[in-house]
């Protein structure tokens, strides 16, 4: 169990400030992603009207902004929350427009690369090179979560198999975790994170998961029945090759890296690629697109190996839930239309109990209820896939925060929102094991 411990060292302590002391002592330090991010600010609006609502799409259309919330241009109306990403060069010209049109707006970050090497997620090696130290309060590169998932299967192979699904699309090995006692004819529970890149909280509540898992298997009778009667299949990253190259060359990046034959443009939205009203509202045609729905379902291999495995699974898997960031919400089907699922009762409970369990550790509220009305229409989601396709309990979290740092949630609060979101999770999961069908 050595590798699971959290604290480090004194002197391991020491480390990452040596580290930043001697960054800054080089002349002409290097800046992180090349410094590509200075200046460059996210903006907040909210339109109050219908007019203001078209003027806005239309200029962040023109000044092709990286939109952080919410997903799609295609979104924005009366009283939507819109945070945009600006770069540089375009935030003069928004900023004008905006005063001149009279439309208020709030600067939540005003130099992005600052608050992104501010905020930790600084490309350290502090504690991520030893797993017996393994730290679960930073946010770690691909090939680290790799090597941790390796070192748990050789270390914790009584609860723990690790098994690949295939292959994404640049060649990276799709690795999930089997947890949970061994045993024939258990039902499961599928966990992914990371479907889209740049919401890094995702993957860290996976790992915190699995560790949480281990650590209090023993002490904990809830956990203890939780692995005795259930498989966990957890994905710590789906989005094998888009959280690399968020970790490389874009911060923000979001897709999958596929290409595209007709277009410069890479990737496609890996939760609008799903065999359920596929590329109809809330989706892009457009492979310039951040919610570029993929020329056919399933068309990127991540979404098709998840796809495939659940099929295969289906009659065992009792809950589909899915990690995302950010809005602090709690989801369920329907996120295609607007209708009330079949067994919405015993969902909706298991969502209420989620929710208040998670607000009782540190008072954070989640909005939760059905996707198309709690957050928007978007076709194409795994969470519809999954239910239509016979899980009972599908959700997706929308974890921290609410937009004060969006995607750049700094590692300090890893703990928190990991140890909240993990109440919300056990919650639901014994929920599974009552009978609700
Ligand atoms: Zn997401």
């Not at 907040?44 to 609502?53: C, L, N, S, W, Y």
């Not at 890479?266 to 310039?288: F, I, L, T, Y």
């Not at 209708?339 to 298991?350: G, L, Q």
Request: hydrophobic fraction near 35%; aromatic fraction near 14%.
């Amino acid at each position: 169990m050595k590798c699971l411990g959290k604290r480090r060292g004194q002197a391991a302590a020491f480390l990452p400030l040596c580290w930043l002391f001697l960054k800054i002592l080089q002349p002409g330090h290097s800046h992180l992603y090349n410094n590509r991010y200075a200046g460059d600010k996210v903006i907040r609006f909210i339109p109050k009207t219908e007019e203001e609502a078209y003027a806005l799409k239309k200029i962040s259309y023109q000044l092709k902004v990286d939109l952080w919330q919410p997903s799609s241009i295609s979104y924005v109306s009366e009283g939507t929350v819109t945070d945009v990403h600006i770069p540089q060069n375009g935030s003069r010209a928004l900023l004008a427009f905006l005063q001149e049109a009279n439309i208020q707006y709030k600067v939540l970050i005003e130099d992005l690369q600052k608050t992104l090497e501010k905020g930790g997620s600084l490309h350290t090696q502090r504690n991520r090179r030893s797993l017996s130290g393994y730290n679960y309060e930073v946010y770690h590169s691909l090939e680290e979560i790799q090597n941790w998932m390796h070192h748990l299967n050789k270390t914790h192979s009584g609860l723990i198999h690790m098994f690949s699904i295939g292959r994404s699309y640049e060649g990276r090995s799709l690795f999930i975790l089997k947890l949970g006692r061994r045993s024939r004819l258990k039902r499961a529970v599928w966990i992914d994170c990371g479907i889209h890149a740049r919401e890094w909280i995702g993957p860290a509540f996976c790992q915190w998961f699995v560790k949480e898992a281990l650590l209090t298997y023993k002490s904990d009778p809830a956990m203890r029945k939780m692995l005795n009667h259930l498989y966990f299949y957890i994905m710590p990253v789906f989005n094998v090759d888009g959280y690399h190259f968020s970790w490389t060359n874009d911060r923000f990046w979001r897709k999958t890296r596929s290409r595209n034959s007709r277009f410069r443009c890479r990737g496609v939205d890996a939760n609008r690629n799903w065999k359920v009203k596929w590329c109809d509202e809330g989706a892009s045609m457009h492979p310039c697109d951040d919610t570029y729905c993929g020329p056919f379902p399933e068309s990127e291999p991540e979404v098709k190996a998840v796809a495939n495995f659940l099929r295969k699974h289906r009659k065992h898997i009792r809950a589909y839930l899915s990690f995302h960031a950010y809005a602090q919400m709690l989801l369920y089907p329907y996120s295609y239309k607007y209708a009330t699922i079949p067994n919405f009762s015993c969902v909706e409970s298991a969502a209420y109990k989620a929710v208040n369990a998670l607000q009782s550790v540190y008072g954070v509220r989640y909005r939760y209820g059905p996707a198309s009305t709690t957050l928007y229409v978007s076709s194409g989601s795994s969470m519809d896939w999954a239910y239509k396709n016979g899980i009972p309990y599908a959700f997706a979290f929308e974890l921290r925060d609410t937009g004060y740092f969006g995607f750049l949630l700094p590692e300090m609060l890893i703990k928190p929102t990991c140890t909240e979101t993990m109440l919300a999770v056990k919650n639901i999961t014994m929920h599974l094991l009552k009978k609700c069908p």
